[in-house]
C-alpha cells in the first residue's frame, strides 16, 4: 500500500500569504520562461536594436565622421544665448548641424582660405542652447557676412542623440510585453480551465494575483532591460559613452511596464476570451490612447492623465534641456500644439494607473468565479 | 467532515442549488448522484470554493469554505471536471508547484509525488510537458495532485471522467484505497454501479434538491422498482407485451430480441413470481429469467422520475 494510514499522515501547514506568493512567482516565470513569448520579445528587442543601428550607416548615415568644406549660414549671433563674460563680443554665428563636434578638430575657411581662430580672437565653437536645444556653433567676432564660409570639422553622434533613436521603441517593446505578459494572464485561468487546477487550493486569489503580476513584471522587466542593456553597450562603442539621463528614462520605463501591465490585467479580469483581451491590449496603447493624444494636439487641450502621453517622457527625458510645449500656426489660421509631458506628473500618472488598475483588477479577479 | 447547511445558488431566477442540507461524517466515502444540471457540480465547485454560495453555509472540517477558504482548503484535496493543467509543467513540476502552496516541504513533494504518480500508473510521464497529454493522462494526473498532500478530505467530481476502462478500474481501486484508510470521500459520479462499488453512502439530487441520502445498503432495501430480463421458447409477439403491459405491479414492457423481454415491475419476491405465473398464462414458455440493473439504478430512475 502506497498510501500512507490516515493516522500517520504529516500534518501540513498551510504558508503564510506572504510566503505562498514567491512559489506562484516562481512556477508563473517557468511558464513564461518555457514559452515561445519571452523569447519572441527579446528577440524583438534584439531584432529593432540590430536594426536602428545597422540600417542608418548602411544608408549612408554614419555614427560619426569628418564633415569636409561644410557652407555655414550665417545668422546673427543675438539668435544664440552665448555664455561667459569678458571674452570678444560675436556678431555673427553658423550652426554645426551635429549633435557632438570635436571642437579641436574645426577649421574655418573664408573663400577657401584657411581662417584660423587664433584663440578665439577671429571665431571659436561653442555648445548652446537654441530654439530649446543644445547646439553646435561657430561664432564669428569679425564680420565675415561679404564672405563664402566652410567649415571642416570632426563628429560624433551624443550618446544623448544615439539613445535617442532607439528609445522611440522603448514605449511599444513595453505595450508589447504587457501584451505578451499581462492580456491574458487571468482570463486565460477560466478560459482555459486551469482555475479547476489551481482554485481549489490554500491560497487567496489576491496571492495568486500578485504572484502572477510579480512573474508578469519579471519577465517584461527583463526584455525592457536587456533592450536598454543593448542600447547602453552600444552607445559606448559608437557614441563614446552614455546619457547621464540613461538610467532616469529605464526607471519610467519601468513605470510604464508596470502601470501597462495593471491595466492589461484589468482587461484581462473583465474580458471572457483570451483573444479579445490581447487585441484589446495592443490595441488600447498603440491605437485608441495615441489617438486621444492626437486629439488634443489639434484641439489644444494637454491630456496630462492619458498614459500613452505620459509614456513619452521616456524618450524626452534624454533631451537636454527638457523640451517646452510649443505652438506652431500653420496657413490658414489653423495651430497645432507640440506637448510634453512634466516629467514628475508623468511618473505620478504612471503610478495611478497601476495603483487604480491592480487595485480593481484584483477585486474583480477575487469576485469572479469559475461558473461555466 | 464535510458539513452543508440550507445551502442555496441561484443563476439568476434559475435555483441551481436549492437549500440543500448534506452532512458526510469523518472516514465515510459518499457518493453524490443526480442527473445532469441537478446541481452536484455547482455544490463541490462552492465546496472547493470556485463560485460562491448565494445563501447557507458549507463547512470543511468545522471551518467555513465561503468565509475562509483558505483555511477550510488546508487540509482538501480536490478534483473538480476535468482539470486542465499549465501545459509548459511537467507532472512533477505541477505536484512541486501545488505542493509547496500547501506547505509540503521539498523532501515531502519528492517522495509523495513518486507515490502518487506510481498510483496513477504515472511514472514514465513524469517529466514530460502536460501539454502533450490526452484527457486520460490529465485526469490521473489531476487525481494524482488531489492525494498529493494526503488531505484529511478528498472531494471527486466525476473522478473517472474521460478515463479508458481500465483506468476507470484503476481510480476506482484507489478510492476503495482511500475508504479502506477511512478517508472522508465526497464524490460525484453519473456511474451508479461506480457509487454502488466504492462508497458507503450517497445522496442523491435532482433540481438542487436532496431527493434521499443514506447507506447503501438500506438505500438498495428501498429500492422498489425491478427490471427483470425474461426469455422465452417461442416468440415474442406485440400481442404479449401489451398484455404484460396491462398486468398489475408492471411499469413497463420491452422487447429485447426476438424471444426476449424486459419486464419493469414494482414489488419484491411474491409480486415476482405472481407476474412469472401470469406472464407464462399468457402464452409466453419461459425458459429463463434474472433480475438486471442495480438496485440504485433502480431507486435512482424512480426517484428522479418522481422529482420530474
Not at chain 1, 218 to 247: C, E, K, P, R
Request: aromatic letters at 10%; a negative charge; charged letters at 15%.
Amino acid at each position: 500500500m502506497i498510501m500512507m494510514a490516515e493516522e500517520n499522515k504529516t500534518v501540513h501547514t498551510v504558508p503564510s500569504d506572504a510566503e505562498q506568493i514567491p512559489i506562484v512567482w516562481r512556477y508563473e516565470f517557468l511558464k513564461y520562461l518555457r514559452s515561445w513569448r519571452l523569447l519572441a520579445s527579446i528577440g524583438i528587442a534584439v531584432l529593432v536594436l540590430t536594426l536602428i543601428y545597422v540600417i542608418p550607416p548602411a544608408l549612408g548615415h554614419p555614427y560619426s565622421g569628418t564633415d569636409s568644406d561644410q557652407t555655414l549660414s550665417l545668422v546673427p549671433a543675438g539668435a544664440f544665448q552665448v555664455g561667459g563674460s569678458g571674452g570678444p563680443v560675436p556678431v555673427a554665428a553658423a550652426l554645426l548641424d551635429r549633435s557632438n563636434i570635436d571642437s579641436s578638430s574645426v577649421a574655418i575657411f573664408l573663400n577657401g582660405t584657411a581662417y584660423p581662430s587664433s584663440n578665439g580672437a577671429n571665431w571659436f565653437v561653442s555648445n548652446v542652447e537654441y530654439g530649446g536645444q543644445n547646439v553646435w556653433a561657430v561664432f564669428f567676432v569679425e564680420d565675415v557676412s561679404g564672405d563664402t564660409v566652410t567649415a571642416t570639422y570632426d563628429w560624433q553622434t551624443s550618446p544623448e542623440s544615439f539613445a535617442g533613436n532607439f528609445l522611440g521603441f522603448a514605449s511599444l517593446l513595453v505595450v508589447i510585453c504587457a501584451t505578451f505578459f499581462g492580456a491574458d494572464s487571468l482570463v486565460g485561468e477560466f478560459q482555459n480551465r486551469t482555475g479547476y487546477l489551481i482554485f481549489p487550493n490554500p491560497l487567496k486569489r489576491w496571492v495568486l494575483y500578485a504572484g502572477k503580476f510579480a512573474a508578469s513584471m519579471t519577465a517584461g522587466g527583463i526584455v525592457v532591460v536587456l533592450f536598454y542593456a543593448g542600447i547602453g553597450v552600444l552607445s559606448l562603442v559608437s557614441a563614446g559613452g552614455v546619457d547621464d539621463d540613461f538610467l532616469l528614462s529605464l526607471g519610467f520605463a519601468a513605470l510604464y511596464l508596470m502601470a501597462a501591465m495593471a491595466v492589461a490585467y484589468l482587461i484581462s479580469t473583465v474580458l471572457k476570451g483570451t483573444t479579445g483581451a490581447t487585441v484589446l491590449t495592443f490595441f488600447l496603447f498603440v491605437m485608441i490612447m495615441p489617438i486621444v493624444d492626437g486629439i488634443s494636439s489639434i484641439a489644444g487641450t494637454k491630456i496630462q492623465g492619458s498614459l500613452t502621453f505620459a509614456a513619452g517622457v521616456i524618450g524626452y527625458i534624454l533631451n537636454d534641456p527638457y523640451p517646452t510645449d510649443a505652438s506652431q500656426t500653420f496657413p490658414g489660421g489653423m495651430s497645432i500644439q507640440s506637448y510634453y509631458p512634466d516629467p514628475a506628473t508623468a511618473a505620478v500618472v504612471m503610478i495611478a494607473y497601476a495603483a487604480i488598475a491592480i487595485g480593481l483588477s484584483m477585486y474583480l479577479f477575487k469576485r469572479k468565479q469559475l461558473a461555466g | 467532515m464535510i458539513e452543508i447547511q440550507n445551502l442555496t445558488k441561484s443563476f439568476g431566477p434559475i435555483k441551481a442549488v436549492d437549500n440543500l442540507s448534506l452532512k458526510v461524517q469523518k472516514g465515510t466515502t459518499v457518493g453524490f448522484l443526480g442527473p445532469n444540471g441537478a446541481g452536484k457540480t455547482t455544490t463541490i465547485k462552492i465546496l472547493t470554493s470556485l463560485i460562491t454560495a448565494t445563501s447557507g453555509r458549507a463547512t470543511l472540517n468545522g471551518i467555513d469554505v465561503l468565509t475562509d477558504p483558505k483555511g477550510a482548503l488546508g487540509h482538501v484535496g480536490a478534483v473538480v471536471e476535468t482539470p486542465e493543467f499549465y501545459p509548459f509543467l511537467t507532472p512533477v513540476e505541477t505536484l512541486a508547484y501545488l505542493g509547496g502552496i500547501r506547505g509540503m516541504s521539498a523532501d515531502e513533494i519528492k517522495v509523495r509525488t513518486n507515490e502518487v504518480l506510481h498510483q496513477v500508473k504515472m511514472d514514465e510521464w513524469r517529466t514530460t510537458r502536460i501539454g502533450k497529454f490526452s484527457k486520460g493522462m490529465k485526469q490521473r494526473v489531476a487525481i494524482a495532485q488531489a492525494l498529493l498532500h494526503e488531505p484529511d478530505i478528498i472531494i471527486l467530481d466525476e473522478p473517472t471522467s474521460g478515463l479508458d476502462p481500465r483506468g476507470m478500474v484503476e481510480v476506482r481501486e484507489v478510492i476503495k484505497d482511500l475508504k479502506r484508510q477511512h478517508y472522508t470521500v465526497f464524490m460525484s459520479s453519473h456511474l451508479l454501479g461506480e457509487v454502488q462499488e466504492t462508497c458507503d453512502a450517497a445522496a442523491l439530487i435532482d433540481h438542487g434538491k436532496l431527493l434521499v441520502y443514506d447507506d447503501i445498503d438500506a438505500l438498495s432495501r428501498q429500492t422498489k422498482v425491478v427490471k427483470m430480463e425474461v426469455k422465452t421458447v417461442n416468440d415474442v409477439t406485440d400481442a404479449l407485451l401489451g398484455r404484460v403491459r396491462s398486468m398489475a405491479s408492471v411499469r413497463g414492457a420491452d422487447r429485447v430480441n426476438g424471444r426476449t423481454f424486459v419486464v419493469t415491475y414494482e414489488g419484491a419476491h411474491d409480486e415476482r413470481a405472481d407476474l412469472l405465473v401470469s406472464i407464462q398464462k399468457e402464452g409466453a414458455k419461459v425458459s429463463e429469467f434474472s433480475s438486471v440493473g442495480l438496485p440504485l439504478e433502480m431507486l435512482y430512475m424512480d426517484l428522479v422520475k418522481e422529482s420530474r
